[in-house]
């Protein structure tokens, strides 16, 4: 899906006030953005005292959920998970949250979110999912982006408060489960490649070299192995996988070194092996001879549930 940036029809002014709801690490630099970009912010937090320092700069404190919702016609919430959220929203009254939008930026699955849209539609309250591509003190910066998804209008309503957070705000579409979904398949992404630098440092530390000369080189990889995604998504979309780089069948030979490298080195093989289990599904339905993206296949079918 084409994702939608920057959108240029906003008509609440800049300097709309914005509550926040939690102030944890990410919390808190989220009301600290909104206060440097001129909005009036009220936060919460269930340990007042993680305002301080906010209110210092500027921000009021609230006492309790509901005097925070009551403060601004935006309401931000980035908590633990979606029960801690309906935790301190839930009894909130309905009258207080009518006419409100709420954006959560907590993390989640996407039937969580699609169940708080309805739990939100039930109330008056516009819901935008959302999601944070970014660490706490990048927020603010242009090195920080913020994927929402729901009600197009109200995104454009409240882009100026957004785009203070980061400086890409990307609109993934009407459906307030997609940018969870986006956000579980970025982290599942995040998990793999950290995992295999691990394994490789683990690797490459029998011989004496340290993570920092290993990362120096593997740094260089990571460009290239980027520079396939583009290729291989027109490949998994057209659902034609042709060899334009190496067979499965290729890969599996380098898979097998690689488990049999760590094995003979006393490296914990674990991690490999499961890339190749998946490589030998695919091997053995027929498909040895394609392109490495027809793993897709692998991926897409449940796990065998054990008997």
Known sequence: ???????????????????????????????????????????????PGKADDLVAEGAARAGTPAEAVAAAPLVIACVTDYDALHAFLDPVEEAALRGRTLVNLTTG???????????????????????????????????????????????????????ALGGDVLHLGADQGRTALYEMAVVGLMWSMLNGWLHGAALLGTAGVSAAEYTEIASKGIPAVAGWLPGYAKQIDAGAFPPDDATLDIHRVSMAHLVQESESLGVNAEFPALIKAFADRAAAAGHGGEGYPVMIEEFRRPAAKPQ
Not at 137 to 147: F, H, Y
């Open 1 to 47: 899906m084409t994702t939608d940036k920057h959108p240029e029809n906003a008509p609440e002014p800049a300097s709309a006030p914005v509550a926040v709801l939690g102030l944890g690490l990410m919390g808190h630099a989220l009301a600290a953005a909104l206060l440097r970009a001129g909005h009036p912010t009220t936060v919460w937090n269930r340990t």
């Open 109 to 163: 699955t996407s039937a969580q979110a699609r169940d708080t849209a309805a739990w939100a539609a039930g109330r008056g309250l516009t819901y935008l999912d959302g999601g944070i591509m970014a660490v706490p003190p990048d927020i603010g910066t242009a090195a920080a982006t913020i994927a929402v998804s729901g009600p197009r209008a109200d995104f454009d309503r409240h882009a100026p408060a957004l785009r």
